[in-house]
């Protein structure tokens, strides 16, 4: 066998396969149902992706590598969705693109003018608006 045609099933995968794999987005909602909808969403498009029932939850789990997203929820308990995002961005920068969701349009409105926001939707939101802020990212 010659040494330089064997390769591993790893050697045969694209560059740019092997770091989508590496891609992550997370997860952020107390509603049960919300998260686990949208990280079906995201299996069925090829996304990885982690669900966290709370900031908490979230800031308590450990990665090899950042999300390249976080779809957050701007109303959760304990820590707030924003509270999160701008402890990310003062703390552990730099905050990955954010796409906030909520169900108040007045707390989508507070967050005009500020730079936390890649995006953001209100519940409920269309998937392929989702889907359109997130793949970009990936």
């Not at 779809?71 to 999160?84: A, F």
Request: aromatic share 4%; charged share 25%; with cysteine.
């Amino acid at each position: 066998m010659n040494p330089s045609t064997e390769r591993g099933s790893a050697d045969r995968i694209p560059a740019v396969l092997k770091a989508a794999t590496k891609s992550w987005v997370a997860i952020i909602d107390d509603h049960e149902s919300m998260r686990s909808s949208l990280a079906r969403v995201m299996r069925l498009e090829g996304i990885r992706a982690m669900a966290f029932t709370s900031a908490e939850q979230y800031l308590d789990h450990s990665s090899a590598t950042a999300p390249c997203c976080l779809v957050l929820d701007l109303q959760l308990l304990g820590m707030s969705g924003l509270e999160l995002a701008e402890f990310l961005d003062r703390e552990r920068p730099p905050l990955p693109p954010t796409v906030f969701i909520s169900a108040h349009e007045d707390l989508l409105a507070s967050l005009d003018g500020g730079h936390l926001a890649h995006g953001r939707l209100r519940k409920p939101f269309e998937i392929d608006a989702l889907l359109a802020l997130v793949k970009p990212l990936l």
